[in-house]
Antibody, heavy 121, light 110 residues
Framework: EVQLVQSGAEVKKPGESLKISCKGSGYSFTSYWIGWVRQMPGKGLEWMGIIYPGDSDTRYSPSFQGQVTISADKSISTAYLQWSSLKASDTAMYYC??????????????WGQGTLVTVSS | QSALTQPASVSGSPGQSITISCTGTSSDVGGYNYVSWYQQHPGKAPKLMIYEVSNRPSGVSNRFSGSKSGNTASLTISGLQAEDEADYYCSSYTSSSTHVFGGGTKLTVL
């Protein structure tokens, strides 16, 4: 069974750094793209970026380029989303999702449970 | 890139059919057959309902169907059921090798 298990909820202060994780299992982690999606409170889904764990090829939405860093450690089948300096506006639920095999196309067939990030002074 | 355009809300009675539109540009919806639709119930993760414009993943009811014409994709739900009440999002692959979501549509089953 394909599973994506995300790290737990985080409460941080503005200016702090953060790295959240998404561990894949039940499939060849290096062969499928993993994407990250933001959902701010009461708002819609926003596509942030995507990574191919096989070679760490990464694509970012223009809205998130330079604001976050997406990475992956294929040795432990885990993808990451990180911030160097959080802002209150980063408060949101963050989802990871598994996309296509080899190419970053098609739908996201499997989703993590979400990680709630709260940034407040 | 701008979000795809969806109606904020649609509604229908049980047993009826509804259609949700998703309008983009030739750089996303119109340029690729990689439009997907997701269902999201409150407090839950999104669920893939349609991929590559009109394909249903295993386990998704055949009451859900997708289509595309030009820069507009559509999701049709026939035989509406109470459990279909949720938010629906379209998404498309883009010419920048990224993806983009629509703003979301709240479906109310009357």
């Amino acid at each position: 069974e394909v599973q994506l298990v995300q790290s737990g909820a985080e409460v941080k202060k503005p200016g702090e750094s953060l790295k959240i994780s998404c561990k894949g299992s039940g499939y060849s982690f290096t062969s499928y793209w993993i994407g990250w999606v933001r959902q701010m409170p009461g708002k819609g889904l926003e596509w942030m970026g995507i990574i191919y764990p096989g070679d760490s090829d990464t694509r970012y939405s223009p809205s998130f380029q330079g604001q976050v860093t997406i990475s992956a450690d294929k040795s432990i089948s885990t993808a990451y989303l990180q911030w160097s300096s959080l802002k209150a506006s980063d408060t949101a639920m963050y989802y990871c999702a598994r996309y296509g095999k080899l190419l970053p196309i098609g739908g996201a067939s499997n989703w993590g449970q979400g990680t709630l990030v709260t940034v407040s002074s | 890139q701008s979000a795809l355009t969806q109606p904020a809300s649609v509604s229908g009675s049980p047993g009826q059919s509804i259609t949700i539109s998703c309008t983009g540009t030739s750089s996303d919806v119109g340029g690729y057959n990689y439009v997907s639709w997701y269902q999201q119930h409150p407090g839950k993760a999104p669920k893939l309902m349609i991929y590559e414009v009109s394909n249903r993943p295993s386990g998704v009811s055949n009451r859900f169907s997708g289509s595309k014409s030009g820069n507009t994709a559509s999701l049709t739900i026939s035989g509406l059921q109470a459990e279909d009440e949720a938010d629906y999002y379209c998404s498309s692959y883009t010419s920048s090798s990224t993806h983009v979501f629509g703003g979301g549509t709240k479906l109310t089953v009357l």
